[in-house]
């Protein structure tokens, strides 16, 4: 074929001819080269290919520190050495695995059997017979390796989570990098097998975490030993510092809290969200039930994968910003603030509740069967008397109940960048018309105006809200990262604390809301006394939540409805009353009573949050006279069954179901 | 509107040339099957499936080049350069910062690298120049500020990419042409001495610091030593290794074990000389060897300028990036990130490189018409 190419009758103009001879000549450069390397020094160069004599070894770079707002360490990185074996470089096979099964105190043929035989592509990938091997293990191996070549240890840096599950759901988790995300330019020059940042905070600063790895080239000998000093070195850089706006005090408190609520609520399943209504930072956030993050960070095994995957309570989620719920009563504070702002009531405006309202031919129930008497809006928050709410939430209406609910922050994700967040649902006759072609109805309103029907919050919405009560209208954007540092501590980036809008209601408003939620803390009859710190004035308010309406749970005792029917238990509260600092919305999911599950936890880290301060009163508050007939049954829209364990005597009457929005 | 291809032109085609085209191509997907396989966990490389799926693109642009009459396309030659050029631009535009360069047009899981295709621009552009302007002609170097302008275009815009390399290899494809011209040899030395003192004075007053060490990373790549000292190393490795007739397919130790990092695009040449041996190499460049001299046949035969000149490019097109991965993969150049046409990972050379033979077909098959 190439004969007429050299042929004379082929290059007509010469440039073409000069053109062919110089491709000719780059072609006998190639193979004479070939020749040189193949064949000349072919059997050197397979021998030394033989001996992989120059290797080159990634050296990870350790991930940045996870710091809470005090400089104590969250997240850190520790050393993991894992025992491996590449089979193409096993030289006495039986020997070999009866002493490792000696060191390793496992069977033999197990450990040949998962090796597999010396053959095929796979004969140089290393396999790996056990991670994290501890210090004593590790040491009988070394001592030994020189007599079983193709074994061999590798140390990696490895993610360390040093309070276990602690805040697990605001840290996230690590794993290796999937095929669909390696496509993505956000991962360019990452290869498969490398771990990053899944969940959380891990995630969303993957790249001020991660570093920059390094390389070694070193001369090994056929066992894999590295023989001599490294070639070259270029070590890695370590990721940088993630300081967050958390403090591990305030949120070991919440976990311990929620750890110890009442026995009939096992298991503990919820959120807590606390915030500093002055600038946003989220100073605890804890979801129930939770998973420990450092399974995740040597790759999590398969049984425990399983197990938090197929658990109905999917304890990967983050109960705080990745579901909603019905507020319940919680919501009456931001109805009472569209009421005052809307001039629907003024200071003097009262209600008779004899126990129900009737609109539209239809009974609506005020939780308290007996009723509250006349009430005031000071009184039918502190005492969540649902009829005073009924009578104008149904004259304010949906859609301007609707707006002011949205201005408090309500319908949004707040964008904390840690994976998907919940919007909430803030319903209206618009939303109304969109999502199911209806009309609204008037006797929706009603169900509204007490956090019932279609309203949905999250445990942080619900916080920035309390907080925005608390600190004269303004939304605030939640801040949990307060700066990212270099690994060695020069701030490289600072997050603003940041308001992103604010309520339409005046302070004088505001005021009077505030006042009626200390009242439902501070005063006698109020249904959230359990969250009393002493020295510090708390406002607040409880909520309970209706998971469903089936009558044959009606008459039942608390402890015989199935856990998936009971209802939620909320409270949101914000401290000092008179001048606040800190948010806190606490959500017990199925924990029936406002009052009882989820006031107490409040409590407890309000406590600690004015206990590091010393601002806690030192003598021991006796507990106001009235607290005997409260807790229990005070719980606001709470069925009034048998209460649990505790003194029979009550002030309410056990008897059906006192539920608001029943017809 | 005339047929796009008639019957005399289908009698014609060039079937030795596609042949040859087909084996290469073949040899690359089975070379790459081998190069990505010890990355993956089982069943069919990633690199590999996508690799097919660029193919497919490539034959497709294969048949676009082929179908319509190169006079036909000479027409259209300004518009496609000015195409490739915008396209080539849009990435300053658009394209994310990726290993220090913006090369890459990113949409979903597709990407295509601008500057491959803005070489078929290129040398359309400068078949049609030399078409009215014969070389041959040619006798001032000031005669040569058009084609000078039509290279800088693409040039240009590369070096702004920051993709240095793939600048160098556009500007060598567009000096095939000089080897036509009929300028005297005392011109180039005053041109070259103009050029060295340009370049000096720009080092010294214009260029910064970290120009400055690009261009000395470019030309001396030994001061990025754990990279591309490594590789040099490893390269000579896995070549030798190969021996007469080499490690077997899927069984070579250096391959399977990953030492040379890029095998499955830059180093592509050096695992099938570690798998198929001296025997196996030869094959490969003796087909690289006869496509070239296919091309410098075409340009001889055909029947006008503009076909010739095209062919020509297109030999340009292949021959220089050819040259220059093999040469690396040997050590006898530079650890430069230049691919092996239709050999190496990669669906933009792919995709240029097969429309490049489509037009190089389509001057082969239209040599009897008039």
Partial sequence: MNNHLTGSELPIDGRLRLAGVLITFVLMGFVVRLFQLQILEGDDLRRRSEQNSVRQIRLEAPRGEVLDREGRVLASTRPAYRLEVVPNDLQRRAPTFAALGRLLAREPADLDGRVGPTRGRGRFRPVVLMDDLDFEVLARVETHRFAMPGVRTHVEPRRHYLGGSSAAHLLGTIGQIRADQLERPAFEGYRSGDVIGQGGLEARFESHLRGREGGRNVLVDASGREVGDPLLEVPAVPGGRVVLSLDIDLQQEAEAAFEDVPELLAPAMGAVVALDVRTGDVLAMLSRPTFDPNDFAGGIDSATWKQLTSDDWDPLQNRAIQNHFPPGSTHKALVAAALLSEKVIGPTSTVFCPGFYRFGGRSYRCWKRSGHGRVNLQDALKRSCDVFFYTYGEKLGIDRLARYVKAFGVGQPPQLGLGSEAPGLVPSSEWKRRRFGKPWYPGETISASIGQGFNLITPMQLAIAYAAIANGGSVLQPRVVLRLESQDGITVKTFASKTVGKVPVSAAHLAQVRRGLRAVVEETGGTGSRARVPGIAVAGKTGTAQVVRIERYEGLAEAEIPIRYRDHAWFAAFAPAEDPEIAVAVFVEHGMHGSSAAAPIAGRLLRRYFEKQGRVAELAVAPPSSLPAAPLVRSDSAPPASPPAGPAATATPPGPLGRGTQP | ?370
């Fill in chain 2, 1 to 370: 509107m005339r047929p796009a291809i008639d019957r005399r032109s289908l009698q014609h085609f060039d079937w030795v040339l596609l042949g040859l085209v087909t084996a290469v191509v073949g040899i690359g997907l089975a070379n790459l099957y081998s190069a990505a396989s010890p990355g993956t966990e089982s069943g069919m490389p990633s690199e590999f499936r996508r690799q097919l799926l660029a193919l497919g693109v490539g034959v497709g642009g294969l048949l676009v080049a082929l179908v319509l009459d190169y006079r036909r396309l000479e027409r259209m030659a300004v518009p496609v350069y000015v195409a490739t050029l915008l396209l080539v631009a849009s990435t300053l535009v658009f394209a994310p910062i990726t290993r220090g360069n913006r090369s890459w047009l990113i949409y979903g899981p597709l990407s295509l690298q601008p500057a491959e295709l803005a070489k078929v621009g290129l040398i359309l552009a400068m078949a049609r120049y030399f078409h009215h302007n014969p070389p041959s002609e040619i006798r001032r170097v000031r005669d040569l500020w058009m084609p000078a302008l039509i290279a800088a275009g693409p040039v240009g815009l590369i070096v702004l990419q920051r993709d240095m390399g793939v600048a160098v290899l556009t500007l060598l494809i567009a000096t095939t042409y000089l080897l036509f011209v009929r300028i005297p040899t005392r011109a180039w030395v005053a041109m070259g001495a103009a050029g060295v003192l340009a370049f000096a004075g720009l080092w010294r007053f214009v260029f910064k610091d970290y120009q400055r060490e690009r261009l000395l990373d470019f030309v001396d790549p030994s001061r990025d030593p754990l990279a591309s000292g490594y590789q040099a190393i490893q390269s000579r490795i896995a070549v030798g290794s190969g021996g007469l007739l080499g490690q077997g397919y899927l069984e070579g130790p250096q391959t399977q074990l990953q030492f040379l990092p890029t095998q499955h695009s830059d180093f592509a040449f050096s695992v099938l000389a570690e798998e198929w041996g001296f025997l196996g190499s030869l094959v490969l460049l003796g087909l690289y060897f006869t496509i070239l001299i296919w091309g410098l046949v075409v340009a001889n035969n055909s029947k006008d300028k503009f076909g010739a000149m095209l062919a020509v490019g297109v030999v340009g097109m292949l021959f220089w990036p050819a040259a220059i991965n093999v040469a690396m993969v040997l050590g006898l150049a530079p650890v430069i990130g230049v691919p092996l046409p239709l050999v190496s990972y990669g669906g933009s050379q792919m995709l240029a490189n097969l429309i490049a033979l489509g037009l190089l077909m389509n001057v082969s098959m239209r040599r009897y018409i008039f």
